[in-house]
């Protein structure tokens, strides 16, 4: 249902001269479902994750009872609308602050995410924690890892967490690890415990640096993910293969700063099939961006800019990662730019070998402003959040849905 719904959204908007057209006649609706003011979060950094009752999940950067960032869920209520509930308010202690990434849910519905701040006193400049925490249980708000500043990393990314099929959590720290550029960690559940492993530590060189993104995992284990240094000093996707020793750090393609695109940001790199696709927050035609592809050709990695963003109606710098329905239209926001300056939510589609870009909604400031978070589907809509915007400038949680 999710999949065809979305899919004819696409197809119509990506044949209409105009986005503004295309809602008029299609009834193609923004709403905003919740406004983030203060004590209920503020300034929210990544998307959402549903359960399978429809209730949705994310977390605040800041704001909270305390003004150092929440977890939050959305309830979805009887005749339409969600109500919002705080589960967590963190305390710029051994909690952490500053929660920025996406969460993750495992098979039992415990979410699990990062904060970039505090944490451990090992640590004095705050160095982040992963955490867990059960949505239906009171209190169980659990620090899992305290990062130490020292070979394990710091700073855990906005891109999240990763489950593989055994139960081990994969993620990725901003700095420190072995020189300082960040590192690749795995954290194993044990009886009552977890044990972090450091999988890799970037150099900051031509092996990449500083992954603000987070890891995607295929079905043999291997990890994929993308940083904003590499051979050319502007990012570059790398790639961990799973052996019997351990893992393996290679660079897929390091990204040269023209057409091709630059900085590689939030979100999370998708694979569908043999194909990668991704973002950059910068290069391309105008500087403002790319969706790119990553594939295998006569032996090589051939990397594809699909679409440059221009600045303009189009929108610009795309900081997260792009989302895909099994039609294979790829949805995904721009921080900048569009109609009204304030961002927008976009679809690109193939047709006759070429790739294009639509509109789906323009923000206007009101319904929020500066999206950075990547979109996710759920039934047959699409769900986001802007950083700031909205009626009180906390940023929003918004929905778009096709008639």
Sequence with gaps: MQAKTLAFLAMILLSAASASAVTETLAVTETTINTFSGTNGLFPTSGLIFDASGNAYGTTENGGDNFYGSIYQLTPIRGGGYSQSVLYSFTNGADGAYPSGPLAMDGSGNLYGTATGAGSTACNNGCGTVFKITPSKSGSFQVIYSFTGGTDGSNPAFGGLVFDKSGNLFGTTELSGSTGAGTVFELSPGRGS???????????????????????????????????????????????????????????????????????????????????????????????????????????????????????????????????????????????????????????????????????????????????????????ALYGTTQVGGSSNGGVVWQVTAK
């Design 194 to 380: 977890w044990t972090e492993t450091t999988l890799h530590g970037f150099q900051g060189g031509n092996d990449a640096g500083y992954p603000l993104m987070g890891l995607t995992i295929d079905p043999a284990g291997n990890l994929y993910g993308a940083a904003v240094r590499g051979q050319n000093g502007v990012g570059a996707v790398y790639w961990l293969k799973k052996t019997s020793s351990g893992y393996e750090e290679s660079v897929l393609y390091s990204f040269q700063g023209g057409n091709d695109g630059a900085y590689p940001e939030y979100g999370a790199l998708i694979i569908k099939g043999k194909t990668i696709y991704g973002t950059t927050a910068g290069g391309g035609a105008s500087n403002q961006g790319v969706v790119y592809s990553l594939a295998l050709s006569n032996g090589k990695i051939v990397e594809t800019p699909l679409y440059s963003f221009t600045g303009g109606n189009d929108g610009g710098q795309p900081f997260a990662g792009v989302v895909a329905d099994s039609a294979n239209y790829l949805y995904g926001a721009t921080a900048y730019f569009g109609q009204y300056g304030d961002g927008v939510v976009f679809v690109l589609s193939q047709k006759n070998g070429s790739w294009h870009e639509s509109v789906i909604h323009a923000f206007v400031g009101s319904d929020g402003k500066y999206p950075l978070g990547t979109p996710v589907i759920n039934g047959n």
